[in-house]
């Protein structure tokens, strides 16, 4: 490290922004921009240990410049060239733009050749860019006499500023040198002392002092410290080593100092905890001395602690007096009697609860909760505007009693999510409360006391394990509580979603009124069936319909395909799902309402990446070693350069293994191969409607069921019989009975619709009808399917086969009426899921189709039916060429 070294007369610069680095220091960087990627390609990979290149330190026209900036590789040189023309002894040859007059940047006329201990190179996936790591250590210091370009990097005429050996030797003698290297020695062995002391390491460090020229510690030691840009640039310009030895003392010392000080305040802080544990120990010794005595008295203490909780618990004044009741009576108990835990027990759930503790509410800021709503769910447009909506009114009226929202909607269309998006909005805690398979009323209500084994209630132990009394509280699955002996906790819950009467809800086991009038209360749901009609009317009821497949693509790439990676230690760099693959996911994997599947496939594709990454057992690092580190100095730090992108890598014990943290491996790119080895084959088959009405008798039905719309197939056939009816697949009493009407209509106009020569014909005489439902284990059920069973049946009676591009929905009259139905905007999501162009719609329910997004409308035919004629007539292929006018 005390070896002069010879410069050439030109050296290539690499800009240092608001940094510098001084003779001695070593700096790890990492290079990404073409111009400096440029520059380590010739200068130092190609070169390797003769390499040279010079840092200069440039910085802004701003006096402080925020470390960590960096700027592009055009606009930043060139205002660092203006900036070169302002300063001494450096001229500057070439033209550049002068509309890039934003930012002007200084180079400094002095600088530090730099060699590099150690490359390695990389090559990024999937852009293929080039990028360096560069281990750099300082040598000498050099000074600009003129800057130009070569290529894309800038190169200078230098010249160096060490001093020559003859010239060392004589300022050696010089006394003041020798008094200042004295003190300067003094200081650094004093620092070096306290931190070996302090981080219990060997004299590795003491051996520099004796070593190395005092003229090059005073660098080394400097570019160890945290210091500013300008306290760097006068150390860098300290030519003179009288000058330097005297800066870097006054800065080893002002180190020292502050060494000192916070010495003192560690001890300061020691003491006092020597002082508690002083105190613990005494304390320990009187307990062992009363145990000795029979004298314990740490329950005494305990119910002590206990009153002073009560205290600071801020319970309402009659709740305080029945608590103050209770707390005599437990102190009048001894611990062995059977009630004393019980007592113990209830006046802690006391204590816990939340009187007055409330949350602060944030001001609310609807931009913000819109754009965090967006950012969590995607579509959901009324539901989100009806939650903005809400939350207008609370900004208002903060105190205003808002309604019991109820999201209603199948599995995993993010119903519990949305809840949790509106206490972040308002600024309060959230806590889930699950009722599916609630049978008791005292999961609502508490248990009373005098049981054994009492306890709270579900809301009064949330509220205590939330700990405010105005939590964001979710009910999840209130649709699937039930009844028995026990009681109906359906009914328990009208008091708690009552507005008027759960500002004093009585919990059983609590056997006091506590105010739930501040607590937000949220429902979800996924069908409202099931829910006792006074406690659905105490909810206004949101409905979340399935997701379309355009909607569920933009939510695999947005949400799901990240979290997914997450959760499985992946990135993108391991597996990449291009997006044409999660539509084949989409289409042939999945089609229920929601994205649960969906992402259970997708993780099932991280699982198959992870097990290939896991069981990769070699990597192939771009390294190529120039020197080996051996140097025992401080970490290096991060270097800033107007045109070189940095970040910074922790300097290990192993600096030679630098290259191991940068391995490049090929990411698995998910293509339909893989698919079906890791998913299985497809599951559904856009031919399947096709196929399944290639014969008369078969007609396409949607159906809504509590995980969203389906499309249910209507098979019918005939056979030799006695005229009967058979009905089969899990069919309930209304379906049973649709089809019978179906039947009814059907023969009643068999004359008219040409599927009978006379109306004395019976379609009956000597057959059956059998109808049969596919899916037979899945009950069935409603009036939806009549317009379905009267084309299925005119399909079997004409021998002609029904659209299979159409599907239908409505129930008929005995007279042959199409009334509307429910579920419209479900069952159109499925047929546009499972491929079918037209769908035919009571006319009724033109009033439903609002609500259906505009990308599944534009792909779809709506076809609105009146009588069951414009049914028939648009349900077979040429329409329905027999149709004659109905005359009932």
């Known amino acids: 490290m005390g070896e002069s070294v010879e410069l050439p007369s030109r050296l290539a610069i690499l800009p240092f922004r608001n940094k510098v680095l001084l003779p001695g220091a070593i700096i790890r960087i990492r290079c990404t921009s073409p111009s400096s990627v440029k520059l380590v390609e010739q200068e130092l990979w190609q070169r390797e240990e003769k390499g040279l290149i010079g840092i200069l330190p440039v910085r802004d026209s701003a006096a402080t410049a925020t470390s960590g900036t960096a700027t592009s590789s055009g606009a930043g040189v060139e205002s660092a060239e203006r900036g070169l023309k302002n300063q001494p002894g450096i001229s500057d040859t070439h033209k550049h733009d002068s509309k890039n007059q934003q930012e002007v940047i200084h180079w400094h006329n002095r600088g530090v050749a730099a060699r590099a201990l150690h490359l390695s190179r990389g090559v990024e996936k999937p852009s293929g860019r080039v990028t360096y790591i560069v281990v750099l250590e300082g040598l000498c210091r050099f000074n600009v006499q003129e800057l130009s370009t070569r290529g894309t990097y800038y190169t200078a005429r230098i010249t160096s500023l060490d001093m020559t050996k003859a010239e060392m030797e004589l300022i050696e003698q010089d006394q003041e040198f020798i008094a200042l290297s004295r003190q300067f020695k003094a200081t650094a062995m004093e620092l070096i002392s306290i931190l070996e002391q302090k981080q219990k390491t060997g004299g590795r460090t003491k051996v520099l002092l004796e070593t190395v020229p ?72 009187m307990k062992a001395i009363k145990e000795e005595l029979g004298d314990n008295d740490d329950e005494e203490d305990d119910l002590v602690a206990l009153e002073r909780k009560m205290q600071g618990a801020g319970m309402p004044a009659s709740i305080w007096k029945h608590a103050v009741r209770e707390l005599r009576r437990l102190k009048k108990m001894q611990p062995q009697q059977p009630g004393y835990n019980s007592s113990r027990v209830y006046l802690e759930l006391l204590a816990d609860l939340p009187w007055e503790n409330a949350s602060q509410e944030l001001e609310l800021d609807l931009k913000a909760a819109k754009e965090r709503l967006d950012a969590d769910h995607y579509g959901l447009l009324k539901v989100k505007q009806r939650i903005i909506e809400y939350l207008a009114v609370r900004k208002l009226k903060p105190d205003a009693r808002g309604p019991v929202l109820c999201f209603v909607g199948p599995p995993g269309v993010g119903k519990t999510s949305l809840a949790s998006s509106i206490a972040a909005a308002l600024g309060r805690k959230f806590i889930r409360i699950s009722l599916g398979g609630v049978k008791d009323e005292a999961d609502i209500r508490g248990h009373r006391r005098t049981y054994i084994g009492s306890m709270p209630g579900r809301l009064i132990d949330g509220l205590k394990r939330v700990g405010v009394r105005n939590p964001v509280m979710l009910l999840d699955e209130i649709d699937k509580t039930g009844s028995d002996v026990r009681g109906d906790p359906a009914s328990a819950l009208l008091e708690v979603l009552d507005p008027e009467q759960n500002k004093a809800f009585n919990d059983h086991y609590l056997n006091v009124p506590f105010d739930l009038s501040k607590v937000i209360f949220v429902a979800t749901a996924n069908r409202t069936q099931p829910i006792p009609p006074p406690l659905l009317d105490r909810m206004e009821v949101i409905e979340l319909p399935g997701y379309t497949p355009e909607e569920k693509l933009k939510i695999a790439i947005r949400h799901l395909i990240p979290r997914v990676l997450d959760q499985h230690g992946l990135s993108s760099d391991f597996l990449q799902i291009p997006e044409a693959m999660v539509k084949l996911v989409i289409q042939r994997y999945t089609r229920e309402a929601g994205v649960r599947n969906l992402e259970r496939n997708l993780s099932a594709l991280a699982r198959a990446a992870a097990v290939k990454v896991a069981e990769q057992e070699h990597v192939v690092p771009f390294a190529k070693d120039v020197q080996r580190l051996s140097s025992p100095l401080l970490d290096g730090k991060l270097a800033e350069s107007a045109e070189v992108e940095m970040e910074v890598i922790p300097m290990g014990v192993n600096n030679h293994d630098i290259s191991n943290e940068f391995r490049v491996s090929s990411p698995m790119v998910v293509d339909e191969p893989m698919l079906e080895k890791v998913l299985g084959p497809p599951r559904y088959d856009d031919r399947e409607t096709a196929e399944r009405v290639a014969n008369p008798g078969v007609s396409v039905g949607l159906v809504w069921t509590q995980f969203g719309g389906e499309v249910q197939f209507v098979e019918a056939t005939a056979m030799v019989g006695k005229g009967d009816l058979h009905l089969t697949g899990q069919l309930g009493d209304v379906i049973k009975e649709s089809a019978q009407i179906a039947l009814t209509w059907v023969r009643a106009r068999a004359t008219e619709l040409k599927l009978a020569i006379s109306e004395e014909t019976n379609l009956l005489e000597g057959r059956d009808i059998h109808i049969h439902f596919p899916a037979g284990a899945v009950p069935k059920d409603g009036p939806s399917a009549g317009v379905t069973l009267v084309t299925s049946l005119v399909s079997l009676f004409s021998k002609r086969r029904v659209r299979a591009d159409t599907a239908m929905t409505g129930e008929m009259t005995l007279r042959g009426m199409v009334l509307p139905v429910g579920g419209v905007k479900d069952k159109v999501l499925a047929a546009h899921r499972y491929g079918i162009k037209r769908v035919i719609l009571p006319e009724r329910n033109l009033k439903d189709l609002v609500e259906i997004p505009a990308t599944v409308l534009s792909s779809l035919e709506i076809i609105l039916a009146k009588r069951m004629e414009d049914v028939l007539d648009q349900a077979f292929e040429g329409g329905c060429p027999w149709r004659q006018h109905s005359k009932l």
Not at 224 to 247: A, N, P, T
Not at 273 to 282: A, G, M, N, P, R
């Open 214 to 285: 005092v003229h090059k510690l005073a660098d080394i030691f400097v570019a160890s410290f945290e210091i500013s840009f300008e306290e760097q640039l006068s150390m860098l310009d300290s030519v003179d080593v009288k000058v330097r030895l005297s800066k870097a003392s006054e800065l080893v010392d002002r180190h020292l100092q502050s060494i000192r000080v916070a010495e003192k305040i560690t001890q300061k802080v020691e003491g006092q905890l020597s002082k508690s544990q002083k105190e613990f120990l005494l304390r320990q010794q």
